[in-house]
Structure formats: structure tokens, C-alpha cells
């Protein structure tokens, strides 16, 4: 069974990554086995995601608009409100380590994005469900 029931993911730099196509698909699939999923960005309050994507995130989360930005504990916690859960049923994923320490200090599970690839790996252990092919 999966403890961790929300994914939260940031944009720049993960979305925004080659192959990031991969990560749609995978977060797509995480929402089919009930998993709620976020966007955490510390974008301005103007920033939204493309809009074919509004299927794709139970929640967007920016720094412009919550007047707080990664890695303060607030925006973290802020996030897990927004999907209805506690910090501790999320996996956070960022390129940064910062961020990614941040996000573990509120409580959250954290994976650094160094790939795609490695990253849907972590997911999948941690989600306990398939998100490749």
C-alpha cells in the first residue's frame, strides 16, 4: 500500500526538463490510482501552467501569489494544505537541494530531479505504482 498520496513537483527546471513529456504521463497515471498532485513554483503570482495541463494538478502553488517562496517551510506546508493532506503523505521533487531540504524539513519526502529517468524511478518505489511504460 502507498503511504504517499500526494506529488508535488516543481516547474522550472523539472517540467521544464527534456523529457518532461515522460513526467505529464507519469503524473497522469499517479492521479488514476487517487494520488493528488501540485505544482510548487517560486514564479511570480502571474505565472500559470499551460493550459492543457489543468486536468494534470489538483493544485498550483507560487510564490508571487502566497507571498512565500521555497525553501521556507510555509510554502511546503501551504501545498499539502491545498491538496488536503499532511506534509508527511508528500513527495516533493525540485532540481535544486536546497529546495528539496527544505521541503524534507517540513516534513515532506523529497527527491532531487537529476533526470527524468531517475526521477520516475524514485517515484515509482515511492508511489508503489508503475509510471513508465
Known sequence: MCLVRGLVLDFGGVLTDSGSEELLIAVERARREDIRTAILSNADG????????????DAVVTSGASGVAKPDAEIYLLTASELGLEPGDCVFVDDLPVNVRGAAAAGMVGVHHTSVETTLQELEILLAIPLRG
Open 46 to 57: 502571474r505565472w500559470a501552467p499551460p493550459r492543457e495541463w489543468g486536468h494534470l494538478f
